[in-house]
C-alpha cells in the first residue's frame, strides 16, 4: 500500500491498456478528493470509457495502479467485487435489468451484493428513486420508461448502493435532446451535495457549472487538466483550444 | 371382410394405463434433459478450453445421430460392457441424453440474447459471476426459452413412441399389443393419435398460459433494447 494513497478517495497511477496492437491507454495518473467533480472530455476513440472501466476493472488494466481510498482495486488479491460495489457507474446506454420493475432494479444491489435485508433495502431503493425524482415510476418496467427515466433509474440504482465514487460514461450521449436536462439536473444535484464524480461528457455548461476540473484526454494520455474557467480562457495546448471550440460548436454552452 | 371401425371401450384402461407411462417417461427425460441441458449452455458460454470443448462434442454428437440409434446404443449395446437398465430407464436415459443436447442449444441462444451491458451492469454493482447469472441472466433466458422449449416438449412427448421397440408398456406399446390380437389396426391407432395429440393440445396451451403468466414488457429474443 502506498503510504499517501489513503489521502486521496480515489489514486490513478500510470495505466496502461492495449486492445492487440493498439495502445489505447498509454500511462495515465490522477487524483480525486472527496466530493470532487471531474469531467473527462476527448475526441472519439482516445480511450476515455476505456480509462472508466480500468477504474472499477469492468476492464483490466495491463499496469498500473488504481486505489479507492486505502484499498488498492488492482492489487492481486483484491477483494475486486467488494470494492467495485463502492463505486457506481452509470452507462452510456442505461443497461437497466429488463425483467425487473424500476423499484427492483434499484434494490437488487443492495439486497444481493450487500446483504441488506429486503425491507431496508426497499426503504434505500425508494430513498433513491425519490433522488432522482421517480418515487411513482417504483413499479414500472425499463420499457415503460423514457430514455430520460432510464437514466435516471439506472442512477438511482448506483446511489443505493452508498458509493464513495461515482462513474458516469456519457450518459446523456444516447439521450433525445429534450431528456437530456432532466438527467444533467439530477448530476448537478448529486454534484452540490458532495457526491465524488468522475464523468466522461461534452456537455460543457454542466462541466462549468459543477466541474472542479476538467480533464482532457487524448491519444491515450491526459493532455491537459484544469478548471473549467481557465481551460476555456487560457489552454495550454493548441490542441486544447481547438477541441473546446469543436464541442462548444456541436453542444452548445448553455446549461 | 369387416368394414366397420369398432372400438371397445375396455381398451380404454390399459391405454389410459399405456398414456401414464408415456407422460411419466416424458416428464422425467424432459426434467434430467433441462438439469443437464442448462449446465451444457452455462459451459458453451461462460467457459473456454477442455470444458467447452467437452461440452460442444457432447451437443454435436447427440445432435447428430438419431434418437433410435441412441436408445439402441444404451439399452442393447451398453448390456455388452455391463451396464443394463430396465427398459423404462434405458428410454428415459437415452431420451435424457437426446434432448440435453437439443435444450442445451436452447438455452443458449436465449443466455446470449439477454443483452451483454446488463452483465457489465451486474458487475459494476459489485455482483460476482455467479449470481450475475442468477439474478439476471437466468431470468430472462428461462422466460425467453418458453416456446422454443414447447416444442422439445412436443417433440419428446411423440418421440418417445419408439420405447415400445424395446418392450415399454407406453401408449404405443399398448396400442401395439391389443392390436396384435384383435387386428383393429386402424381404430386403434386413431385413438392412439388421438389420444398423443390430447395431451399435445393440452401442454402447448398450458405453456402459452405460462409464457403469458411470466411476461415482461420489452423482453423478446429480437428486441434488445431497454
Ligand atoms: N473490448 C475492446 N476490444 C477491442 N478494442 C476496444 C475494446 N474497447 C475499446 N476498444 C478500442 O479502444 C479504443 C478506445 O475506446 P474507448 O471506448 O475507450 O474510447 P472513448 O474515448 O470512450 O470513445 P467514445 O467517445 O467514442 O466513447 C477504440 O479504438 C476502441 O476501438
Ligand atoms: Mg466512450
Not at chain 1, 500510470?14 to 486492445?19: A, F, G
Not at chain 1, 448506483?158 to 460514461?169: G, H, Q, R
Not at chain 2, 435444450?103 to 451492469?121: K, P
Not at chain 2, 429474443?221 to 431497454?226: D, H
Given at each position: 500500500?502506498?503510504?499517501?494513497?489513503?489521502?486521496?478517495?480515489?489514486?490513478?497511477?500510470?495505466?496502461?491498456?492495449?486492445?492487440?496492437?493498439?495502445?489505447?491507454?498509454?500511462?495515465?495518473?490522477?487524483?480525486?478528493?472527496r466530493?470532487?467533480?471531474?469531467?473527462?472530455?476527448?475526441?472519439?476513440?482516445?480511450?476515455?470509457?476505456?480509462?472508466?472501466?480500468?477504474?472499477?476493472?469492468?476492464?483490466?488494466?495491463?499496469?498500473?495502479?488504481?486505489?479507492?481510498?486505502?484499498?488498492e482495486?488492482?492489487?492481486?488479491?483484491?477483494?475486486?467485487?467488494?470494492?467495485?460495489?463502492?463505486?457506481?457507474?452509470?452507462?452510456?446506454?442505461?443497461?437497466?435489468?429488463?425483467?425487473?420493475?424500476?423499484?427492483?432494479?434499484?434494490?437488487?444491489?443492495?439486497?444481493?451484493?450487500?446483504?441488506?435485508?429486503?425491507?431496508?433495502?426497499?426503504?434505500?431503493?425508494q430513498?433513491?428513486?425519490?433522488?432522482?425524482?421517480?418515487?411513482?415510476?417504483?413499479?414500472?418496467?425499463?420499457?415503460?420508461l423514457?430514455?430520460?427515466?432510464?437514466?435516471?433509474?439506472?442512477?438511482?440504482r448506483?446511489?443505493?448502493?452508498?458509493?464513495?465514487?461515482?462513474?458516469?460514461?456519457e450518459?446523456?450521449s444516447?439521450?433525445?435532446?429534450?431528456?437530456?436536462?432532466?438527467?444533467?439536473?439530477?448530476?448537478v444535484?448529486?454534484?452540490?451535495?458532495?457526491?465524488?464524480?468522475?464523468?466522461?461528457?461534452?456537455?460543457?455548461?454542466?462541466?462549468?457549472?459543477?466541474?472542479?476540473?476538467?480533464?482532457?484526454?487524448?491519444?491515450?494520455?491526459?493532455?491537459?487538466?484544469?478548471?473549467?474557467e481557465?481551460?476555456?480562457?487560457?489552454?495550454?495546448?493548441?490542441?486544447?483550444?481547438?477541441?473546446?471550440?469543436?464541442?462548444?460548436?456541436?453542444?452548445?454552452?448553455?446549461? | 371382410?369387416?368394414?366397420?371401425?369398432?372400438?371397445?371401450?375396455?381398451w380404454?384402461?390399459?391405454?389410459?394405463?399405456?398414456?401414464?407411462?408415456?407422460?411419466q417417461?416424458?416428464?422425467?427425460?424432459?426434467?434430467g434433459?433441462?438439469?443437464?441441458?442448462?449446465?451444457?449452455?452455462l459451459?458453451?458460454?461462460y467457459?473456454r478450453?477442455?470444458v467447452?470443448?467437452?461440452?460442444?462434442?457432447?451437443?454435436?454428437?447427440?445432435?447428430?445421430?438419431?434418437?433410435?440409434?441412441?436408445?439402441?446404443?444404451?439399452?442393447?449395446g451398453?448390456?455388452?460392457?455391463?451396464i443394463?437398465?430396465?427398459?423404462?430407464?434405458?428410454?428415459v436415459?437415452?431420451?435424457?441424453?437426446?434432448?440435453?443436447?437439443?435444450?442445451?442449444?436452447?438455452?443458449?441462444?436465449?443466455?446470449?440474447?439477454?443483452?451483454?451491458?446488463?452483465?457489465?451492469?451486474?458487475?459494476s454493482?459489485?455482483m460476482?459471476?455467479?449470481q450475475?447469472?442468477?439474478?439476471?441472466?437466468?431470468?430472462?433466458?428461462?422466460?425467453?426459452?418458453?416456446?422454443?422449449?414447447?416444442?422439445e416438449?412436443?417433440?419428446m412427448?411423440?418421440?418417445?413412441?419408439?420405447?415400445?421397440?424395446?418392450?415399454?408398456?407406453?401408449?404405443m406399446?399398448?396400442?401395439?399389443?391389443?392390436?396384435a390380437?384383435?387386428?383393429?389396426?386402424?381404430?386403434?391407432?386413431?385413438v392412439?393419435?388421438?389420444?398423443?395429440?390430447?395431451?399435445?393440445?393440452?401442454?402447448t396451451?398450458?405453456?402459452?398460459?405460462?409464457?403469458?403468466?411470466?411476461?415482461?414488457p420489452?423482453?423478446t429474443?429480437?428486441?434488445?433494447?431497454?
Open positions: 500500500m502506498n503510504s499517501d494513497s489513503a489521502d486521496h478517495l480515489l489514486r490513478v497511477e500510470d495505466v496502461h491498456k492495449r486492445y492487440g496492437r493498439e495502445e489505447v491507454l498509454r500511462g495515465v495518473s490522477f487524483t480525486m478528493e466530493a470532487d467533480t471531474k469531467v473527462i472530455i476527448g475526441a472519439s476513440g482516445t480511450g476515455k470509457s476505456t480509462l472508466l472501466r480500468c477504474i472499477n476493472k469492468l476492464t483490466d488494466p495491463d499496469q498500473g495502479r488504481v486505489w479507492l481510498e486505502n484499498q482495486i488492482t492489487g492481486r488479491r483484491a477483494p475486486v467485487n467488494r470494492i467495485r460495489s463502492q463505486m457506481g457507474f452509470v452507462f452510456q446506454d442505461f443497461n437497466l435489468f429488463t425483467h425487473l420493475p424500476a423499484l427492483d432494479n434499484v434494490r437488487i444491489g443492495p439486497q444481493r451484493v450487500k446483504g441488506i435485508r429486503r425491507r431496508e433495502a426497499t426503504t434505500l431503493a430513498e433513491a428513486l425519490a433522488t432522482v425524482g421517480l418515487k411513482e415510476k417504483a413499479q414500472s418496467y425499463p420499457a415503460q423514457s430514455g430520460g427515466q432510464q437514466q435516471r433509474v439506472a442512477i438511482a448506483a446511489l443505493a448502493m452508498s458509493p464513495k465514487l461515482m462513474l458516469f460514461d450518459p446523456t444516447a439521450l433525445d435532446p429534450e431528456l437530456i436536462g432532466e438527467v444533467l439536473e439530477v448530476m444535484k448529486l454534484a452540490k451535495e458532495g457526491m465524488t464524480m468522475l464523468v466522461v461528457s461534452h456537455e460543457m455548461g454542466f462541466a462549468r457549472t459543477v466541474a472542479d476540473e476538467i480533464i482532457f484526454m487524448e491519444g491515450g494520455v491526459i493532455l491537459e487538466q484544469a478548471p473549467p481557465s481551460m476555456f480562457r487560457n489552454p495550454q495546448h493548441k490542441r486544447t483550444g481547438e477541441f473546446l471550440r469543436k464541442i462548444s460548436d456541436l453542444y452548445g454552452e448553455s446549461e | 371382410m369387416d368394414m366397420q371401425l369398432v372400438f371397445d371401450w375396455a380404454l384402461p390399459r391405454l389410459s394405463d399405456g398414456l401414464i407411462v408415456t407422460m417417461l416424458t416428464g422425467a427425460c424432459l426434467a434433459g433441462a438439469a443437464l441441458g442448462l449446465l451444457l449452455s459451459a458453451r458460454v467457459t478450453g477442455p467447452y470443448w467437452l461440452a460442444s462434442a457432447y451437443v454435436q454428437f447427440f445432435r447428430g445421430t438419431p434418437l433410435l440409434v441412441q436408445l439402441m446404443i444404451i439399452h442393447f451398453l448390456p455388452t460392457v455391463g443394463r437398465f430396465e427398459p423404462f430407464i434405458s428410454g436415459v437415452a431420451m435424457g441424453l437426446n434432448t440435453a443436447a437439443y435444450q442445451a442449444e436452447y438455452f443458449r441462444g436465449a443466455i446470449q440474447s439477454v443483452r451483454s451491458g446488463q452483465t457489465l451492469a451486474a458487475r454493482l459489485g460476482s459471476p455467479l450475475t447469472v442468477r439474478y439476471i441472466v437466468l431470468p430472462q433466458a428461462l422466460r425467453l426459452v418458453i416456446p422454443p422449449w414447447s416444442n416438449l412436443v417433440y412427448l411423440k418421440y418417445s413412441s419408439i420405447v415400445y421397440m424395446i418392450g415399454v408398456s407406453d401408449l406399446g399398448v396400442g401395439r399389443t391389443i392390436s390380437r384383435s387386428f383393429r389396426f386402424l381404430e386403434l391407432f386413431i392412439v393419435a388421438m389420444m398423443y395429440l390430447a395431451v399435445v393440445l393440452i401442454l396451451f398450458a405453456l402459452r398460459w405460462l409464457e403469458r403468466r411470466v411476461h415482461v420489452g423482453l429474443t429480437t428486441g434488445r433494447r431497454g
